[in-house]
């Protein structure tokens, strides 16, 4: 961050038994009281340049040492030691970071030009100056640097992630968003609203700021302490903190994904700890719960926030993301279909939730309520098997082999035997910790799902067979209607001769033989209707013996 240099001098500040003083051979005769620190300096220091210390020095008692108590200070005790180090000589380091704040406890102190030349502030100001308009001067300027394109930054800029290198890689989209972390809450979020206000950078860039100033100011959710057990801080560290998370989520743009899911939890987590209002807590469930799609196992892991709780996992914050999820997907998706998106959405909610499961599962002090606070949240379409839930079901068994048997049954109320794999069976039947009834509620679906593949394979059978006896039978009909057409057409050509063996009489028994050989049903009534238009063409046949040959191949020809 850029910063301009005053003073020449080297810092000879130092604290001894709460006093702040500097360095000098001549003994301190100025005490200057801020809230709970005292400054013992020297009044041919301060005096010359700050008016207001020469007015309050008239006002008291002539004495050797002098005393004055300047608590409404603008700035508190930092800002002035900045002033009083200035009227010392020494180096100070003006930045976007103080310069606010050293501006407003200058004027305060009356360190103008009229007071002394060349003074750290002067009266040549135009009149919004005066007012106090600097701050909207600096935020335009700020906003103007930060819509340059990145392939126009020529300026120096602080940019510390992992990876990155200035000399071979060009200017980031994000490069400015770790120099304006360092700035006050207020000051930042004017900049924030300015930039959202132009419509020139993206949401996700916008987020990204955001981001960056969380991490700098707020504590590390995954390393949060219960209250109670840890350092008590300071009222008003507690109240800063609460403040930052309120303007950030206020601030968060509209547009889905302009910040990950993953750090809205983290936000989540945070503001439950520091006591954030319901309304900042009720708008981060909220917007996780738009986006829980997107997480992760890890970005569920959280410790309790709460110093009743012996368990280390925050199972609540999950279960009110995911009640604030299901909520908002069973008003949308009222029926969902099986490759709808809905049901994709819903059945990749269920993978992550019985995953979380196996992990939050190896708590020794997680009770099995908690379990089941979310495992039965899910309706019964988000899981498509229950092999996963089973998986954390026996992680929790191994983890608590104290269990009493009514705790067993509770934790297993949610499984489903019928859906899971057979593998996953196969190992539940030989898995002692589990309760008896569950093992019969599969050994019995084992034994339902053998009972109807067997009933299945048995009318296979039944009805293989009952086609094999039905062909032998049409066989044997055939040829007994072949043999007594041939019997009539004997009868024809004359009743009481010894009939010589004929070609009729000969193709008839290789007819049969045919038969017998199992020839196909349709080629052997081709060569009945042949033979027999064969014999009446022959002997010239009288019209009876037509009609009766034509009325017995009918059979036949049906």
Same mark, same amino acid.
């Given at each position: 961050?850029?910063?301009?240099?005053?003073?020449?001098?080297?810092?000879?500040?130092?604290?001894?038994?709460?006093?702040?003083?500097?360095?000098?051979?001549?003994?301190?005769?100025?005490?200057?009281?801020?809230?709970?620190?005292?400054?013992?300096?020297?009044?041919?220091?301060?005096?010359?340049?700050?008016?207001?210390?020469?007015?309050?020095?008239?006002?008291?008692?002539?004495?050797?040492?002098?005393?004055?108590?300047?608590?409404?200070?603008?700035?508190?005790?930092?800002?002035?030691?900045?002033?009083?180090?200035?009227?010392?000589?020494?180096?100070?380091?003006?930045?976007?970071?103080?310069?606010?704040?050293?501006?407003?406890?200058?004027?305060?102190?009356?360190?103008?030009?009229?007071?002394?030349?060349?003074?750290?502030?002067?009266?040549?100001?135009?009149?919004?100056?005066?007012?106090?308009?600097?701050?909207?001067?600096?935020?335009?300027?700020?906003?103007?640097?930060?819509?340059?394109?990145?392939?126009?930054?020529?300026?120096?800029?602080?940019?510390?992630?992992?990876?990155?290198?200035?000399?071979?890689?060009?200017?980031?989209?994000?490069?400015?968003?770790?120099?304006?972390?360092?700035?006050?809450?207020?000051?930042?979020?004017?900049?924030?609203?300015?930039?959202?206000?132009?419509?020139?950078?993206?949401?996700?860039?916008?987020?990204? *700021?955001?981001?960056?100033?969380?991490?700098?100011? /707020?504590?590390?959710? %995954?390393?949060?302490? $219960?209250? &109670?057990? =840890?350092? @008590?801080?300071?009222?008003?560290?507690?109240?800063?903190?609460?403040?930052?998370?309120?303007?950030?989520?206020?601030?968060?743009?509209?547009?889905?994904?302009?910040?990950?899911?993953?750090?809205?939890?983290?936000?989540?987590?945070?503001?439950?700890?520091?006591?954030?209002?319901?309304?900042?807590?009720?708008?981060?469930?909220?917007?996780?719960?738009?986006?829980?799609?997107?997480?992760?196992?890890?970005?569920?892991?959280?410790?309790?926030?709460?110093?009743?709780?012996?368990?280390?996992?925050?199972?609540?914050?999950? *279960?009110?993301?995911?009640?604030?999820?299901?909520? /908002?997907?069973?008003? %949308?998706?009222?029926? $969902?279909? &099986?490759? =709808?998106? @809905?049901?994709?959405?819903?059945?990749?909610?269920?993978?992550?939730?019985?995953?979380?499961?196996?992990?939050?599962?190896?708590?020794?002090?997680?009770?099995?309520?908690?379990?089941?606070?979310?495992?039965?949240?899910?309706?019964?379409?988000?899981?498509?098997?229950?092999?996963?839930?089973?998986?954390?079901?026996?992680?929790?068994?191994?983890?608590?082999?104290?269990?009493?048997?009514?705790?067993?049954?509770?934790?297993?109320?949610?499984?489903?035997?019928?859906?899971?794999?057979?593998?996953?069976?196969?190992?539940?039947?030989?898995?002692?910790?589990?309760?008896?009834?569950?093992?019969?509620?599969?050994?019995?679906?084992?034994? &339902?799902?053998?009972?109807?593949?067997?009933?299945?394979?048995?009318?296979?059978?039944?009805?293989?067979?009952?086609?094999?006896?039905?062909?032998?039978?049409?066989?044997?009909?055939?040829?007994?209607?072949?043999?007594?057409?041939?019997?009539?057409?004997?009868?024809?050509?004359?009743?009481?001769?010894?009939?010589?063996?004929?070609?009729?009489?000969?193709?008839?028994?290789?007819?049969?033989?045919?038969?017998?050989?199992?020839?196909?049903?349709?080629?052997?009534?081709?060569?009945?209707?042949?033979?027999?238009?064969?014999?009446?063409?022959?002997?010239?046949?009288?019209?009876?013996?037509?009609?009766?040959?034509?009325?017995?191949?009918?059979?036949?020809?049906?």
């Amino acid at each position: 961050m850029k910063f301009m240099k005053l003073g020449t001098r080297p810092d000879t500040f130092y604290t001894e038994e709460a006093t702040r003083s500097v360095i000098s051979d001549v003994p301190g005769d100025l005490v200057i009281r801020i809230n709970n620190i005292s400054y013992l300096l020297h009044q041919f220091s301060l005096l010359p340049k700050c008016g207001l210390l020469q007015r309050l020095r008239l006002d008291s008692e002539d004495s050797n040492t002098v005393t004055i108590e300047l608590h409404d200070i603008p700035g508190g005790e930092d800002a002035f030691e900045m002033c009083a180090k200035y009227c010392y000589g020494i180096t100070i380091n003006l930045s976007a970071h103080n310069f606010v704040s050293a501006f407003c406890a200058a004027k305060f102190l009356r360190m103008t030009e009229a007071v002394e030349k060349g003074n750290f502030t002067t009266v040549k100001l135009t009149e919004w100056s005066e007012n106090l308009g600097i701050f909207r001067r600096c935020v335009d300027s700020i906003v103007e640097k930060i819509l340059t394109p990145p392939a126009q930054v020529t300026w120096s800029y602080t940019y510390t992630r992992k990876g990155f290198n200035k000399q071979q890689q060009s200017v980031p989209k994000d490069w400015w968003t770790e120099d304006i972390s360092d700035l006050d809450i207020d000051l930042f979020r004017c900049i924030i609203i300015a930039i959202k206000s132009t419509y020139m950078l993206p949401p996700q860039l916008i987020g990204e *700021a955001l981001h960056v100033y969380a991490c700098r100011w /707020l504590p590390d959710a %995954t390393k949060i302490t $219960p209250p &109670e057990s =840890s350092v @008590s801080q300071t009222d008003n560290v507690a109240e800063n903190h609460r403040k930052i998370i309120e303007i950030i989520v206020n601030m968060i743009p509209g547009d889905k994904g302009s910040v990950s899911v993953g750090f809205l939890l983290r936000l989540l987590s945070i503001a439950n700890h520091l006591g954030a209002s319901t309304v900042t807590k009720t708008e981060l469930i909220r917007r996780s719960s738009l986006q829980l799609e997107e997480a992760t196992v890890s970005d569920l892991l959280f410790p309790t926030q709460s110093s009743s709780n012996k368990h280390y996992y925050d199972i609540d914050l999950v *279960a009110a993301v995911l009640d604030s999820f299901l909520l /908002l997907w069973r008003r %949308t998706s009222p029926a $969902p279909t &099986e490759n =709808s998106q @809905s049901m994709r959405s819903i059945r990749k909610i269920g993978k992550l939730i019985d995953s979380y499961l196996q992990v939050v599962a190896r708590d020794i002090n997680l009770p099995v309520s908690k379990v089941l606070s979310v495992a039965e949240a899910l309706p019964d379409i988000a899981r498509k098997n229950h092999d996963d839930l089973y998986k954390g079901i026996n992680i929790y068994l191994k983890e608590h082999p104290e269990m009493s048997k009514s705790d067993k049954k509770r934790l297993c109320r949610p499984l489903d035997c019928q859906k899971l794999s057979p593998e996953v069976r196969t190992h539940a039947v030989k898995n002692e910790r589990l309760p008896l009834r569950t093992v019969v509620q599969v050994l019995f679906f084992e034994q &339902e799902k053998g009972s109807r593949a067997n009933d299945q394979r048995m009318s296979a059978q039944e009805q293989l067979l009952s086609r094999g006896k039905q062909i032998p039978l049409v066989r044997d009909e055939l040829s007994k209607l072949q043999l007594d057409r041939h019997e009539q057409t004997s009868r024809l050509e004359g009743i009481g001769k010894a009939p010589a063996p004929s070609e009729s009489s000969s193709r008839d028994h290789q007819k049969i033989k045919r038969t017998d050989k199992k020839m196909p049903l349709e080629s052997e009534k081709k060569v009945a209707r042949e033979e027999i238009e064969e014999e009446e063409t022959k002997d010239g046949g009288s019209s009876r013996s037509k009609i009766n040959a034509r009325k017995e191949i009918m059979p036949l020809q049906s």
